[in-house]
């Protein structure tokens, strides 16, 4: 698709998406319907099994009644001045409306008209639009530097069209870039506004290979430079990526970057908050609980579990994973939705590579340095999991600064506990030592957690660690491990250190499990329940 060179861009909304319709056509609402719509996010008689949610330009969600207003958290992005702005938010969640822009056919008119009916319309006044420059870097992975080079040329080529630089398409990219911005600016009259949309794309697959990662840094470096060097004849300079990538060394020359990935004004701009969920989605919840044959407060009860959760700052509302609660709202079935297109190769080739154990991942405290930070030289795994969405932020101590990292909900921890079981069941030099009590207490962990279970290892009692503590709805297990031992000595264990003491305020009965496994068969030997 190709892109119109103009848009407002002086507040961010979210995502825009559309759901295809069966047999029905696009624009047959009534001008009632449709003003009920904006306020809304769905037609109340889609099919209960449409096709797939996916993001759209503005133009077309408005015309379809699919746009979540972000009537709370407007967010104002730019000034006159130049302003390079990046944004890292967590996978998929939401942040490629961020960058969104009108259709070519509508190109330098006035776009007042997108905005009828949401909070914007009150508060913008000016409508100014600027030319609009926007690289869409999601397709350029695995490239090398030529490949690269031959990319953003690609790119370039349509605004040159546009602009009438059609002299220039030999010049090296930052030069094409520059003339661009130059060339816009002049028939215009107004200042530049360059987008660059997943702009980590290309640098994942390199980013730990000392060899190919700064040659693909240098080639951005030297056409962003562009940006910089323009800087008079520039409004805004907006990178979105996912993961960090060094961004302000990347871009070299863009000294003045705003990080606004932990900013407060931005906590809640890529995701849907209870609120909007409420507010917009109440039919389709309505719907949900009929479908599972439970009540509706037991449906938000579980939706909350299963998908809510993201903070990107503290204090920060809470913040639900949009593809997956509107898929499970459409199919009116709460599933895994944000693993079901694959398990990402990079996350289990970097759970190897850090030596993570399941248990090690959730409840870190850490400063924002270790966590929001690049990822091309990190010495844990913690900036990746964060900035992958794996974890999320859960409280903040003011005194300490440190922030409480932990899995956002069920749904995330089921899929990491997935990747484990693929780490181990095709990675075998992963556990190649299962001769450790360790190595069972990590399976158990793994085993309940993907049945949905709360499970914690390691958990400090007055007199000693208990091995594995799991609770169901009724009962909490306090579960002893032994290797090559017995099943009487685990229960003996535990009650020579009195593990049940430590939960006895927790309101549910406490049962006794005592295990031993067998080195040789790799598997249980005997075990002991005590109620």
């Known amino acids: 698709d190709t892109y119109n060179m103009t848009v407002t861009v002086r507040y961010l909304y979210s995502f825009p998406f559309e759901r295809k319709e069966a047999g029905r056509a696009s624009g047959d609402s009534s001008q009632a319907e449709r003003q009920r719509l904006v306020r809304g996010i769905y037609r109340s008689d889609y099919p209960a099994l449409a096709e797939e949610v996916k993001v759209v330009t503005f133009h077309s969600a408005l015309d379809k009644g699919a746009l979540n207003d972000k009537k709370d958290n407007p967010v104002k992005i730019s000034e006159i001045d130049f302003v390079p702005l990046h944004n890292g938010k967590a996978k998929d969640n939401?942040?490629?409306?961020?960058?969104?822009?009108?259709?070519?056919?509508?190109?330098?008119?006035?776009?007042?008209?997108?905005?009828?009916?949401?909070?914007?319309?009150?508060?913008?006044?000016?409508?100014?639009?600027?030319?609009?420059?926007?690289?869409?870097?999601?397709?350029?992975?695995?490239?090398?530097?030529?490949?690269?080079?031959?990319?953003?040329?690609?790119?370039?080529?349509?605004?040159?069209?546009?602009?009438?630089?059609?002299?220039?398409?030999?010049?090296?990219?930052?030069?094409?870039?520059?003339?661009?911005?130059?060339?816009?600016?002049?028939?215009?009259?107004?200042?530049?506004?360059?987008?660059?949309?997943?702009?980590?794309?290309?640098?994942?697959?390199?980013?730990?290979?000392?060899?190919?990662?700064?040659?693909?840094?240098?080639?951005?470096?030297?056409?962003?430079?562009?940006?910089?060097?323009?800087?008079?004849?520039?409004?805004?300079?907006?990178?979105?990526?996912?993961?960090?990538?060094?961004?302000?060394?990347?871009?070299?020359?863009?000294?003045?970057?705003?990080?606004?990935?932990?900013?407060?004004?931005?906590?809640?701009?890529?995701?849907?908050?209870?609120?909007?969920?409420?507010?917009?989605?109440?039919?389709?919840?309505?719907?949900?609980?009929?479908?599972?044959?439970?009540?509706?407060?037991?449906?938000?009860?579980?939706?909350?579990?299963?998908?809510?959760?993201?903070?990107?700052?503290?204090?920060?509302?809470?913040?639900?994973?949009?593809?997956?609660?509107?898929?499970?709202?459409?199919?009116?079935?709460?599933?895994?939705?944000?693993?079901?297109?694959?398990?990402?190769?990079?996350?289990?080739?970097?759970?190897?590579?850090?030596?993570?154990?399941?248990?090690?991942?959730?409840?870190?405290?850490?400063?924002?340095?270790?966590?929001?930070?690049?990822?091309?030289?990190?010495?844990?795994?913690?900036?990746l999991l964060y900035q992958s969405g794996y974890i999320t932020i859960k409280n903040y101590d003011k005194l300490t600064q440190l922030y409480t990292l932990d899995i956002p909900n069920g749904e995330i921890r089921v899929g990491l506990c997935k990747a484990f079981c693929l780490t181990i069941s095709f990675h075998r030099p992963y556990c190649d030592n299962t001769n450790y009590e360790g190595h069972y207490q990590q399976l158990f962990y793994i085993i309940f957690s993907l049945f949905g279970m709360y499970v914690d290892v390691e958990v400090r009692t007055p007199k000693g660690r208990v091995d594995v503590v799991m609770r169901t709805i009724h009962t909490l297990y306090v579960i002893e491990l032994k290797l090559d031992k017995s099943a009487d000595s685990a229960l003996a264990q535990i009650n020579l250190k009195n593990y049940p003491e430590r939960f006895v305020l927790c309101g549910l009965p406490v049962v006794k499990v005592g295990i031993n496994f067998d080195s040789e068969s790799h598997t249980l030997s005997d075990w002991i329940i005590e109620g």
């Open 94 to 383: 939401g942040k490629a409306a961020v960058e969104e822009m009108p259709d070519r056919d509508t190109d330098f008119l006035p776009e007042e008209r997108l905005f009828k009916g949401l909070v914007i319309e009150k508060l913008e006044t000016e409508w100014t639009e600027y030319p609009v420059l926007h690289f869409d870097m999601s397709l350029a992975k695995h490239l090398d530097k030529e490949k690269l080079n031959e990319y953003l040329v690609w790119q370039l080529r349509e605004y040159n069209g546009k602009y009438g630089l059609t002299k220039n398409n030999d010049a090296e990219v930052n030069v094409q870039l520059a003339d661009l911005i130059k060339r816009a600016y002049e028939q215009t009259g107004r200042q530049v506004v360059v987008l660059i949309d997943e702009y980590d794309a290309l640098l994942l697959d390199v980013l730990h290979e000392e060899e190919n990662l700064p040659v693909l840094r240098n080639v951005m470096h030297n056409f962003l430079q562009s940006a910089e060097g323009m800087r008079p004849l520039s409004a805004l300079c907006f990178l979105d990526q996912c993961h960090q990538v060094r961004a302000a060394q990347h871009v070299g020359t863009l000294n003045n970057i705003s990080n606004v990935s932990m900013l407060k004004p931005y906590a809640a701009i890529c995701g849907i908050t209870q609120e909007e969920m409420l507010e917009q989605m109440h039919e389709y919840i309505e719907r949900l609980a009929v479908a599972q044959e439970m009540t509706e407060e037991e449906t938000l009860r579980k939706l909350k579990e299963k998908y809510d959760g993201y903070h990107f700052t503290w204090p920060s509302p809470d913040i639900y994973n949009p593809f997956s609660l509107l898929n499970a709202l459409e199919r009116r079935r709460i599933d895994n939705y944000w693993f079901g297109s694959g398990m990402p190769t990079y996350l289990i080739e970097m759970l190897r590579k850090f030596k993570v154990s399941p248990s090690a991942i959730g409840m870190k405290k850490a400063l924002s340095t270790s966590f929001d930070a690049p990822t091309e030289r990190m010495t844990t795994i913690v900036p």
